[in-house]
């Protein structure tokens, strides 16, 4: 009888929060694409109670932890990664052990774990097992992680811990960012985000790291961290033009669709600012007042717990239903590639996470940014400033900051010229993608790597 060759089992572990899900995700379908088998580590944080059939082959097991389900919401990311990471370290490994014992024709040969979930280098190390970063964010904050010790011990950081001073000059060697496009958090000190950036760059005894990025967007960066890392560095994206993998926690809402059939070719303007994302009430009546006095359609993702003290919108004046009732459409939450791909849809008001950049880049929609906090400050600089194919909107927010915004980008020339960056742009990281593109090649390469291990 003929004994089948035993196939790589690689053991995926995704950080619980939407952006990074669906990244990991999508690598995962990457990677089984290529022969892999493929188990994901989950906690009950980001917990797939119901894989759907595109997940039917994969297997899931349960990180133990005793975390109070209220931790992510009320530590936020930052934090919260600290702390996940401190209450996996042991239960992983044990987790890890007993999928050791568990396994027959299909070893585990690699353990891939976001950059945030580091508590798996060590369990990886202790049983020999090779380990790979994936950074889910870009190249570039990658980069400023790295540098952020060096800046501290000089005390070039100090002014971000007031907000005075050097924040809006250029950070040297960082070119175009500013002292204010750091990937600091608004949401956790700066001593403890030094702390869990330093955990992130740590790079001993890891074997490569993969980015979801291209080099046709970041190749200064790249060969930056080429030389700083000294170990294979492959970017292998936009992954979601690899695969494609449902991974939304929430419920999308696809009424939204059949709204946009009804308007006209780049007459709508998509405002979606993630899922991470909190805003006042004021916050929210002013870009209300903004949309609707630009005279622009715009479909409106406000998510439920968005605004602060509000399980959704009933604590929003009765004049906010007035403003966007005329040319508004507003959902829960919404299909955001199809819905960027619509040719309804002419621009993006965006917090500029890493996953909503790229998909607007490859459906060529030009973006207004407006980032809250770590590498979206970094994503919406170089989208204003690099690729030039978005426009910041920074301080205070107020509605005629915001009308003049949307007009800038949808009816405007500068609007049309940045539609048209954006368009060439799509037409590379598509390229990119394609056999022979230089994220396919790398892509080739780091399959290569993984099947020598």
Sequence with gaps: MEVKPARRRVLLVPVPAQGHISSMMQLAKTLH?????????QTK?????SPSDDFADFQFVTIPESLPETDFEN????????KLNK??????????SQLLLQQSNEKISCVIYDEFMYFAKAAAKEFKLPNVIFSTMNATTFVCRTVFEKLNANNVLAPLKDSKGKENELVPGLHPLRYKDLPTSKFAPLEKILKLYRHTVDIQAVSSVIINTTS???SSSLSCLQQQLDIPIYPIGPLHMVASAPTSLLEENKSCIEWLNKQKRDSVIFVSLGSLALMETNEVMEMAS?????????????KPGSIRGSEWMESLPEEFSRMVSGRGYVVKWAPQKEVLAHPAVGGFWSHCGWNSTLESIGEGVPVICRPFSTDQKVNARYLDCVWRTGIQVEGELDRGE????????MVGEEGEEMRKRAVCLKEKLRASVRDGGS????????VQFMKSL
């Design 33 to 41: 694409s290529k022969g892999f088998s493929i188990t994901i580590a």
């Design 45 to 49: 944080f980001n917990y797939f109670s």
């Design 75 to 82: 530590l936020r990311p930052g934090l919260f990664f600290l």
């Design 87 to 96: 209450e996996c370290r042991v239960s992983f490994k044990d987790c890890l």
């Design 216 to 218: 046709c967007l970041e």
């Design 290 to 302: 903004g949309l609707d006095s630009s005279n622009q359609h715009f479909l409106w993702v406000i």
């Design 402 to 409: 915001v009308e003049r915004a949307v007009k800038r980008l």
């Design 439 to 446: 994220s396919h090649n790398s892509l080739h390469k780091f």
